[in-house]
């Protein structure tokens, strides 16, 4: 059985430009995170969907990270404009119940230049 | 504040000895917690999952133990391998409204396996 898949492994823009990022969870898992990890941190959470519905959102920027999950499953996170203090690991997991264990994708490695 | 504190920060350790990596808490109300796996490049794997209940969980060489009353969890590796290079990140979850979970994660803990 796949794992959850992200794309693309590692971005390298410049400051101000767009970016977005694709995860796609395992098959049946409802549950869907997206999480930011900076160098030597534990992930910190941005948004957390129950199927299509985004549950919890407090942690994101709103003014410029904007994320979607329109049919509940696969899942887009954008950042516009980008800035320096974006670069980070950016992690997509998901699970079958909330609360349940959760599996992670290899994350997207950003680079903000 | 739910808050979760892992120590040491970083660990170097020669290959084939033991080693214990520490977690406190103060997540209420507790529902689980986990220690994930996480290597250089890749997302974090679990390794075990303890619930309120539970005091001691094995996973091979991995044995992670639980004190829910001083609110403190520890994962002990057993002969050290060269692969087991990584950071350990330490997640616990709080039962919030709804059935849902919070979750918190650790900073985690560096460690280094020296031939």
């Known amino acids: 059985e796949a794992g959850v898949v992200q794309s693309p492994r590692y971005k390298i823009i410049e400051k101000k430009q767009p970016v977005a990022f694709w995860c796609n969870p395992i098959?049946?898992?409802?549950?869907l995170y997206w999480y930011r990890q900076n160098l030597g941190q534990g992930p910190e959470l941005l948004i957390r969907?129950?199927?299509?519905?985004?549950?919890?959102d407090s942690q994101l920027p709103k003014d410029r990270f904007s994320a979607e999950r329109l049919k509940g499953v696969d899942s887009t996170l954008k950042i516009q404009p980008a800035e320096l203090g974006d670069s980070a690991v950016y992690l997509c997991?998901?699970?079958?119940?909330?609360?349940?264990?959760?599996?992670f994708g290899p994350g997207t490695r950003l680079t903000v230049l | 504040k739910n808050q979760v504190e892992q120590s040491p920060q970083s660990l170097i350790i020669l290959e084939g000895k033991n080693c214990t990596l520490q977690?406190?808490?103060?997540?209420?109300?507790?529902?689980?917690l986990r220690w994930y796996k996480q290597d250089t490049g890749r997302g974090p794997v679990s390794l075990t999952i303890?619930?309120?209940?539970?005091n001691t969980k094995s996973n091979g060489r991995y044995t992670a133990t639980l004190d829910a009353d001083t609110k403190q969890s520890s994962l002990h590796i057993t002969a050290s391998q060269l692969s087991d290079s990584a950071s350990y990140i330490c997640?616990?979850?709080?039962?919030?409204?709804?059935?849902?979970?919070?979750?918190?994660f650790g900073k985690g803990t560096h460690l280094i396996i020296q031939p």
């Open positions: 997991a998901s699970t079958s119940w909330p609360g349940g264990e959760q599996f």
């Open positions: 098959s049946g898992h409802n549950t």
């Open positions: 969907y129950e199927n299509e519905e985004a549950v919890d």
């Open positions: 977690c406190n808490y103060t997540v209420s109300p507790f529902s689980n």
């Open positions: 303890m619930t309120f209940s539970e």
């Open positions: 997640v616990v979850s709080a039962r919030t409204g709804g059935g849902a979970d919070g979750l918190t």
